[in-house]
């Protein structure tokens, strides 16, 4: 990284930092940070949008403290906005042709902005991304990275967002570790634009509350509408991740499902289906997204479908799967359930009440013989218990086949999947057509639709 070269007369930035109820130590830290660590000429100025805080640290007291730092300037909302229209209040006072957004709880280090500018001065139309380091919450530690264990962002199905290791075809694109990173999605807290092509996308979509799914939905506009989104090696911010939220909101909306509602509406075609099924297609009031949909017929944007093929060909797609939904159990009222992130991964999966709700019970049948949610598959190892383990494309311990019989068979041990006397748990038994080794699961054709419910 100390050995690239960066264009002579790069743009300006605007910064801008939305909070509410920051600790004092973190958001100084966080200001004083971008002021040590930026060249001058580069930074116009950094903008602080307090949204609505109601400690009274964050009143006069900081005011006067900035008012000593020459490019500080702070607007506050009449109420409280949410992350999201916080940042457009900012990006409305903001001048400089490049803004970026940082969090309030972020340490930048040396050389952190040159490398994204560097990016847009090439091509306003790049999106760029820092390095998220991580700050642990408790010691305030900063632990960096080094260029080569640079992650990419994903999503899955249900619309959340996901690191992973950079994909074979994306390694063998660039010429060395320290070249930008083309990535499907962003993490959404950190990342810089052109004034300019930001405005000309459609800056946030201000009908989604305050925050949670606009990184997606930023991602896919970038992507479908001309734009690249990459992420910088040798840009570092480290940034405090929490373990709970210190925000408070009111309560009754769950704003991250409207939010992505709304994404889906607007950007992912048929795809979106995959999303609704989820939670059996109760959208809820999601408000008007017309002008949003309006915006991407102006912009000219490529469908979801192109996005998957050039963007995110390595998203398993689950309109090839053939069968989906809850898997129930013939003998009793039961459903294969299990949690299927990575804080599940080598725990057995249980059987539970069904309960319609998708969510833990939702399977899919991929057609290499997998029974996936997302990045995890159900794993027969011997032994009693199945286990949930990350999907890994090499059949062995994860191919299974749902028999004309409806029987679930593990095709490396030719047993079969059977629910237990007492109906809590998953085991393994030799196949024998009995009631509980009987399951009833939707079974799709290959264009993609439903056929029957298994009998």
């Known amino acids: 990284c100390l050995k690239q070269k960066y264009h002579t007369n790069l743009p300006a930035t605007s910064v801008v930092i939305c909070f509410h109820n920051e600790a004092w130590s973190v958001l100084l830290r966080t200001i004083h940070s971008v002021i040590d660590r930026t060249p001058q000429h580069l930074l116009r100025e950094i903008i602080l949008v307090d949204d609505f805080s109601d400690m009274d640290h964050l009143k006069k007291p900081l005011e006067d403290y900035v008012a000593k730092l020459a490019k500080v300037k702070i607007t506050r909302t009449k109420e409280r906005e949410g992350l999201i229209r916080a940042r457009l209040a900012g990006f409305a006072i903001s001048t400089a042709e490049v803004v970026t957004f940082l969090d309030s709880h972020c340490e930048c280090t040396e050389g952190w902005l040159e490398p994204l500018l560097d990016r847009i001065a090439a091509n306003e139309t790049n999106v760029v991304c820092p390095v998220i380091d991580v700050i642990e919450d408790d010691t305030l530690k900063y632990q960096y990275s080094n260029a080569r264990s640079t992650s990419i962002g994903g999503f899955d199905w249900n619309m959340q967002f996901s690191w992973h290791a950079i994909p074979e075809y994306e390694r063998k694109r660039r010429t060395s570790d320290v070249t930008p990173v083309r990535s499907p999605t962003m993490a959404g807290g950190l990342f810089a634009i052109s004034r300019k092509y930001f405005q000309k996308l459609g800056t946030y979509d201000a009908g989604m509350d305050i925050w949670g799914g606009e990184n997606l939905e930023l991602s896919f506009r970038v992507w479908m ?141 991929s057609k290499a013989g997998e029974i996936r949610r997302d990045d995890g598959c159900l794993d027969y190892a011997g032994g009693d218990n199945v286990i949930i383990y990350p999907c890994h494309s090499q059949k062995g311990n994860q191919e299974w086949k749902y028999t004309e019989d409806n029987a679930l068979q593990h095709l490396n041990t030719q047993k079969c999947a059977e629910v237990s006397l007492d109906g809590k748990n998953l085991t393994m038994r030799k196949c024998s057509g009995i009631d509980r080794q009987i399951w009833l699961w939707k079974r799709k054709e290959p264009d993609g639709q439903i056929k029957n419910e298994g009998l």
Request: net charge positive.
């Open 225 to 365: 509408c001309g734009g690249t989104l990459e992420i910088v090696p040798c840009s570092h911010v480290g940034h405090i991740f929490r373990k709970r939220s210190p925000y408070k909101w009111r309560t009754g909306v769950n704003v991250v499902k409207k939010n992505t509602i709304r994404l889906a509406e607007v950007w992912m075609d048929n795809y979106k289906t995959y999303y609704y099924e989820r939670f059996n297609f109760d959208l809820g009031d999601y408000g008007d997204v017309t002008a949003r949909k309006q915006l991407r017929k102006n912009l000219n944007c490529k469908p979801f479908s192109w996005y998957i093929k050039h963007v995110y060909p390595d998203l398993f797609v689950p309109g090839e799967a053939t069968a989906s939904g809850e898997i129930r159990s013939k003998a009793r009222p039961m459903c294969i359930d299990s949690p299927s992130d990575h804080h599940s991964y080598h725990k057995p999966v249980n059987m539970w009440p069904c309960h319609n709700q998708g969510g833990n019970q939702y399977w899919m049948m």
